[in-house]
């Protein structure tokens, strides 16, 4: 299930339950944290998700994925998941 844009599993977030968030897909680009670039990005460029992108994986992408305090574990799993996406869906969503 693709649950966000930046390939993140909102299903497994820690701050899904206390903070009522529903992701950046349900809602409109301003999870928890306030308006993320990331869903912005994939709105303006009319994509559901960064898999549907040719520029995969891009440089604000890698900030969200390295970001010491809330990225990835390995670094570069949400790039891997939305390859993933990608190869699922053929770049649709």
Known sequence: MIDSRCG???TTCTYKEPCGCGGC???NGHPFHG???VA???QEK???HCGECPELPCELLWSYTCDP???DTPHGARVEQC???RAETKGKP
């Open 8 to 10: 993140l599993h909102c």
């Open 25 to 27: 897909i349900e809602t």
């Open 35 to 37: 308006a993320c670039p």
């Open 40 to 42: 912005q990005c994939c």
């Open 46 to 48: 009319g994509f559901y």
């Open 69 to 71: 305090e809330q990225g």
């Open 83 to 85: 390859r993933i996406w």
